[in-house]
């Protein structure tokens, strides 16, 4: 038997919504690393290279190495998010960068399902219950931010400028915090 | 609501951080040679200035980092931010 048969993401009945200008859905298993080790030292630059990309040093941006994103969470802190199924090569390859490194890299794909924002009122939709400034003279593809979205803890990462955002949030929350998303999305006066 | 500005994200809402109260407070070098008046004053005693004021914070819904920041206990004006491990900014 396959871990395939037996998982389920806390989202798993949650069908595509489409609202006015804006569409809703999970993505649910992505794979997610937690990295932590000192920046601008060798195992910095030894990860950069088996990834393809270096990790973002500037609070709150992210780089793009093929599938991965690579997330700036803290001054030594990083999550790196990939496709379904990838997180034992990802990690294989980012321990052979590791040896006798003071660092610490765990497997959290479990910790949190990813919400899909998308669409011209995506931006509308989500300031409804967040307070950073989203608007593109702030915040733009290749940033990211750990923050609150209606009082639920998420790290938001903003892929393209239509806009479309992914909301990593934790299982537990992920239904309540969908739930609030369906609700904004319902209210159709919104969007212009 | 106060607007805090996280010396790694930038300017954040209140509700994105914890209060870890006063900053700059030395744990005892030699705990052991402590009465226990002096103990507890090291525990429990804490200023509680009318005017600025140094204290911890941490970033808890963003970066988790804990840094100081100098706040003034009337108008909770915000006179300075500085990182963990400095020496409190001098304040005019």
Request: charged letters at 20%; glycine letters at 10%; one cysteine or more.
């Amino acid at each position: 038997m396959t871990v395939d048969g037996l998982r389920r993401s806390p989202l798993g009945d949650l069908p595509e919504t489409l609202g006015h200008g804006v569409r809703l859905r999970e993505i649910p298993f992505l794979t997610q690393l937690n990295l932590r080790l000192a920046p601008g030292g060798g195992a910095a630059a030894r990860v950069a290279e088996v990834l393809g990309a270096a990790l973002p040093t500037e609070p709150n941006t992210v780089t793009d190495s093929g599938d991965l994103r690579l997330l700036w969470l803290g001054p030594d802190e990083w999550l790196i998010v990939g496709p379904d199924g990838a997180a034992p090569d990802t990690e294989g390859r980012i321990r052979t960068a590791l040896p006798g490194e003071h660092a610490c890299l765990v497997d959290v794909s479990a910790n949190r399902t990813t919400l899909e924002l998308s669409g011209p009122g995506a931006r509308t939709v989500l300031e409804k219950g967040c307070a950073l400034d989203l608007h593109p003279r702030a915040f733009t593809p290749g940033r990211c931010a750990q923050t609150l979205v209606s009082k639920v803890n998420v790290v938001l990462d903003q892929l393209d400028a239509e806009p479309r955002y992914r909301l990593l949030v934790r299982g537990s929350f992920a239904r309540y915090l969908a739930d609030w998303l369906l609700d904004a999305m319902s209210d159709t006066a919104l969007i212009g | 609501m106060l607007l805090i500005a996280c010396p790694w994200c930038g300017e954040r809402d209140e509700v994105e951080f914890h209060y870890g109260g006063q900053a700059h407070v030395a744990y005892p070098s030699d705990p052991e040679a402590l009465s226990d008046a002096e103990w507890a004053q090291y525990l429990f005693v804490r200023d509680n200035p009318k005017g600025p004021f140094a204290e911890r914070w941490s970033h808890a819904a963003g970066c988790r980092r804990w840094f100081n920041v100098v706040r003034h206990t009337v108008t909770h004006e915000i006179l300075a931010v500085h990182p963990a491990g400095r020496p409190k900014p001098v304040i005019a």
